[in-house]
């Protein structure tokens, strides 16, 4: 498979646009942002005639505002100083200031001896297997970046299997096993089978999900690549043992699902029994319009796929260039779902994953103290929290759940913060 990293990369975008300077500007910013593209995206997904515009291209492609102009400064004045020690600090400094494990996932999720294991819901468990963690291609909103920045300690991965089936043994509360990454789907078959085999063994385990956005960034894994045909019997052998194999697949613009060989890859996909269902997060430059999450999840509905999830960037990595007011994110959900039929709202959002668990805004309520955010729990570490309702101050600049003020000490169920009295409402 070829693909586009560091100068290799740089190179393609200053080719490619005819700009030396969109080149220069990614070879800084990769600099402490992990980025790589595949020929698959480069070739047939960017629009290079409208970069640095095209909603691809900001999907995929180092950008100068990804980072602070301070920050952008550092490390371009570190690089040309040619001080490799002064560049390693100044990437260090920036990469620890851009969260890179939000939301408790290293002192919250992983389980005891359990490296490469996340379990923060009873009835789930997430699997990172070491040889899965890189992707065909990277998204440049990924909140898994420091999975791909080469620094073993914020890298999570299990060795093998047997991570994995031992904390089973030990936990029979878990149903559903969601082997993520990186992207599952850039291991050899016969890999991958060594994760998925002993899950049909476990009468406990009733789902298995993996996460991939190889459909859209290297669909040639389900068609030409030479294990092909043995991942789909793969797949057709988890069907087959009863389970429920879902496809997670990332897609966050229409466009990735128009080339013909995505088209491909997906009908046999669903020739395997799987189902295939969609998410992805609202975010500036790529996303952020009703008329597009619409278009998306109607051609979603008329190619088999379920719309799953509309995410709230998380707090983390480039936040500052792809985050979006919560306010806007849920007029960007309730007008895509007012333009779709029943089939194409499935789609729950916009949802946040946060310490707590994943809440989504279900809309404005509009109570006597004002306006109010209304959260509820769809997902929760405490399973007691599951569906519970809560309001905050309608804050129209307001981008992550811990930046809500809630209404009263009921409402910190779900919201931290300090609860906002009457007379601050009135006042």
């Not at 040889?131 to 998204?139: A, K, L």
């Not at 298995?208 to 797949?235: C, H, N, Y």
């Not at 009703?290 to 796929?305: I, N, P, Y």
């Not at 789609?347 to 209304?374: C, N, Q, W, Y």
Request: aromatic letters at 6%; one cysteine or more; glycine letters at 10%.
């Amino acid at each position: 498979m070829t693909s586009f990293t560091g100068q290799r990369l740089a190179g393609l975008i200053a080719r490619r646009t005819g700009q030396p300077s969109l080149g220069h500007d990614a070879a800084v910013v990769g600099r402490v942002l992990p980025f790589k593209v595949s020929a698959h995206v480069a070739d047939e997904l960017v629009d290079w005639s409208r970069a640095p515009d095209d909603p691809l291209y900001r999907l995929v492609m180092p950008h100068r505002d990804m980072l602070a102009p301070p920050d952008f400064a550092a490390v371009e004045a570190a690089l040309r100083s040619g001080d490799r020690v002064r560049l390693r600090l100044v990437v260090d400094g920036l990469r620890e200031r851009l969260n890179p494990h939000p939301g408790g996932q290293l002192h919250l999720n992983v389980p005891e001896g359990g490296w490469g294991l996340q379990h923060k819901y009873p009835e789930t468990l997430l699997v990172f297997p070491r040889q899965g963690q890189t992707c065909h291609g990277y998204c440049a909103y990924c909140f898994r970046w420091p999975q791909f920045t080469g620094d073993p300690a914020r890298r999570q991965a299990v060795d093998g299997p047997g991570v994995m089936t031992g904390h089973l043994a030990r936990h029979p509360e878990v149903t559903d096993v969601l082997l993520t990454g990186g992207d599952p789907l850039v291991m050899r078959t016969e890999l991958l089978d060594a994760y998925v085999a002993p899950l049909l063994d476990l009468p406990q385990v009733r789902t298995v999900r993996i996460g991939t956005k190889a459909v859209s960034f290297q669909p040639e894994r389900f068609l030409t690549a030479p294990d092909a045909d043995d991942l789909l019997r793969l797949f057709e052998r988890v069907v087959a043992s009863g389970r429920h194999l879902a496809l997670m697949l990332h897609v966050s613009h229409p466009r990735e699902l128009h080339p013909e060989p995505a088209r491909r890859a997906l009908r046999r996909l669903r020739g395997t029994g799987a189902v295939l269902r969609t998410q992805a997060p609202v975010v500036r430059h790529v996303n952020d319009d009703a008329g597009v999450w619409a278009a998306m999840w109607q051609e979603q509905v008329e190619l088999g796929l379920v719309p799953y999830y509309m995410f709230v960037e998380r707090d983390t990595g480039p936040r500052r260039y792809f985050g979006l007011p919560l306010a806007r994110a849920l007029a960007v959900h309730a007008d895509a779902t007012r333009r779709v039929s029943g089939l194409g709202r499935t789609a729950r959002g916009p949802v946040m994953s946060t310490e707590l668990g994943k809440l989504v805004l279900d809309g404005i309520a509009h109570l006597p103290e004002g306006p109010a955010f209304t959260l509820r729990a769809l997902q929760a570490r405490d399973p007691a929290l599951v569906g519970t309702l809560a309001h905050a101050r309608l804050d129209p600049a307001a981008q992550w759940w811990d930046e809500l003020v809630p209404y009263g000490p009921r409402d910190q169920t779900l919201i931290p913060g300090k609860p906002l009295t009457l007379e601050g409402v009135v006042g």
